[in-house]
Protein backbone atom coordinates (compact mmCIF):
# COMPACT_ATOMS: atom_id res chain seq x y z
CA UNK A 1 0.00 0.00 0.00
CA UNK A 2 1.15 4.02 -0.96
CA UNK A 3 -0.60 6.62 0.47
CA UNK A 4 -0.02 9.94 -1.12
CA UNK A 5 -0.66 13.63 0.52
CA UNK A 6 -0.36 16.73 -1.94
CA UNK A 7 0.56 20.46 -0.93
CA UNK A 8 1.57 23.39 -2.33
CA UNK A 9 -1.20 24.48 -4.27
CA UNK A 10 -2.90 27.81 -4.10
CA UNK A 11 -3.76 31.38 -5.63
CA UNK A 12 -1.04 32.63 -8.56
CA UNK A 13 -1.69 35.39 -10.95
CA UNK A 14 -0.42 34.21 -14.28
CA UNK A 15 3.11 34.10 -15.13
CA UNK A 16 3.99 33.21 -11.67
CA UNK A 17 5.01 29.74 -9.92
CA UNK A 18 4.23 27.02 -7.62
CA UNK A 19 5.70 24.17 -6.25
CA UNK A 20 3.74 21.11 -5.43
CA UNK A 21 5.07 18.25 -3.08
CA UNK A 22 3.86 14.80 -2.82
CA UNK A 23 5.11 12.82 0.32
CA UNK A 24 4.34 9.38 -0.28
CA UNK A 25 4.10 6.43 2.81
CA UNK A 26 5.22 2.89 2.40
CA UNK A 27 8.59 1.34 2.11
CA UNK A 28 8.21 0.48 -1.63
CA UNK A 29 8.57 4.33 -2.84
CA UNK A 30 11.55 3.34 -4.65
CA UNK A 31 10.47 0.95 -6.70
CA UNK A 32 7.22 2.88 -8.12
CA UNK A 33 6.92 5.79 -11.63
CA UNK A 34 5.67 8.63 -10.01
CA UNK A 35 3.33 11.23 -11.76
CA UNK A 36 0.78 13.98 -11.92
CA UNK A 37 -2.24 14.62 -13.37
CA UNK A 38 -4.85 17.63 -13.67
CA UNK A 39 -8.84 17.88 -13.41
CA UNK A 40 -10.40 20.80 -14.10
CA UNK A 41 -14.38 21.82 -13.87
CA UNK A 42 -16.24 20.06 -16.28
CA UNK A 43 -13.26 18.09 -17.77
CA UNK A 44 -11.71 14.59 -17.99
CA UNK A 45 -8.41 13.96 -15.55
CA UNK A 46 -5.18 14.48 -18.13
CA UNK A 47 -1.61 13.96 -17.41
CA UNK A 48 1.02 16.32 -16.31
CA UNK A 49 4.20 14.70 -16.11
CA UNK A 50 5.64 11.53 -14.65
CA UNK A 51 9.05 10.22 -13.35
CA UNK A 52 10.63 6.57 -13.37
CA UNK A 53 11.29 5.27 -9.88
CA UNK A 54 15.19 6.82 -10.33
CA UNK A 55 14.23 10.44 -11.32
CA UNK A 56 16.18 9.54 -14.37
CA UNK A 57 13.52 9.78 -17.11
CA UNK A 58 10.73 12.15 -17.47
CA UNK A 59 7.44 12.64 -19.58
CA UNK A 60 5.07 15.95 -20.06
CA UNK A 61 2.60 16.78 -21.17
CA UNK A 62 2.98 19.07 -24.46
CA UNK A 63 0.79 21.96 -22.71
CA UNK A 64 3.60 22.07 -19.98
CA UNK A 65 6.45 20.80 -21.61
CA UNK A 66 9.30 23.83 -21.01
CA UNK A 67 6.99 25.19 -17.94
CA UNK A 68 6.90 22.33 -15.47
CA UNK A 69 9.68 19.79 -14.42
CA UNK A 70 8.88 17.21 -12.03
CA UNK A 71 11.48 15.41 -9.38
CA UNK A 72 11.63 13.08 -6.53
CA UNK A 73 13.61 12.89 -3.88
CA UNK A 74 13.36 8.98 -2.55
CA UNK A 75 15.33 9.68 0.38
CA UNK A 76 12.40 11.66 1.58
CA UNK A 77 9.59 9.79 -0.31
CA UNK A 78 8.60 12.79 -1.71
CA UNK A 79 7.57 13.90 -5.57
CA UNK A 80 7.42 17.16 -6.56
CA UNK A 81 5.84 19.53 -9.24
CA UNK A 82 7.63 22.93 -10.43
CA UNK A 83 5.20 25.13 -12.41
CA UNK A 84 6.73 27.73 -13.87
CA UNK A 85 5.20 30.38 -16.48
CA UNK A 86 1.70 29.27 -15.22
CA UNK A 87 -1.34 30.27 -17.16
CA UNK A 88 -5.06 30.54 -16.34
CA UNK A 89 -5.69 27.01 -18.17
CA UNK A 90 -3.18 25.63 -16.05
CA UNK A 91 -6.13 26.05 -13.11
CA UNK A 92 -7.29 22.70 -12.12
CA UNK A 93 -6.94 20.14 -9.25
CA UNK A 94 -3.74 18.50 -9.23
CA UNK A 95 -3.40 14.79 -8.36
CA UNK A 96 -0.52 12.72 -7.48
CA UNK A 97 0.15 9.09 -8.83
CA UNK A 98 1.54 5.83 -8.43
CA UNK A 99 2.24 2.95 -10.13
CA UNK A 100 4.28 -0.38 -10.76
CA UNK A 101 4.10 -0.31 -14.36
CA UNK A 102 6.45 0.59 -17.29
CA UNK A 103 7.10 5.00 -17.49
CA UNK A 104 5.03 5.05 -20.84
CA UNK A 105 1.66 3.36 -19.37
CA UNK A 106 1.74 5.25 -16.32
CA UNK A 107 1.03 8.40 -18.56
CA UNK A 108 -2.89 7.38 -18.97
CA UNK A 109 -4.68 8.01 -15.36
CA UNK A 110 -6.12 4.38 -15.65
CA UNK A 111 -2.62 2.84 -15.25
CA UNK A 112 -2.33 4.52 -11.81
CA UNK A 113 -2.28 1.76 -8.93
CA UNK A 114 -2.70 4.54 -5.69
CA UNK A 115 -4.14 8.43 -6.19
CA UNK A 116 -3.59 11.33 -3.47
CA UNK A 117 -6.63 13.54 -2.88
CA UNK A 118 -5.50 16.46 -4.72
CA UNK A 119 -4.85 19.98 -4.65
CA UNK A 120 -6.19 23.17 -5.99
CA UNK A 121 -4.06 25.54 -8.14
CA UNK A 122 -6.18 28.42 -9.61
CA UNK A 123 -4.11 30.80 -11.47
CA UNK A 124 -5.71 34.55 -12.62
CA UNK A 125 -5.23 36.14 -15.30
Known amino acids: QVQLVESGGGLVQAGGSLRLSCAAS????????MGWFRQAPGKEREFVAV????????YYADSVKGRFTISRDNAKNTVYLQMNSLKPEDTAVYYC??????????????????WGKGTLVTVSS
Open 51 to 58: SSWSGGTT
Open 97 to 114: AAARTRLEAATEARNMDY
Open 26 to 33: GRTFTTYA
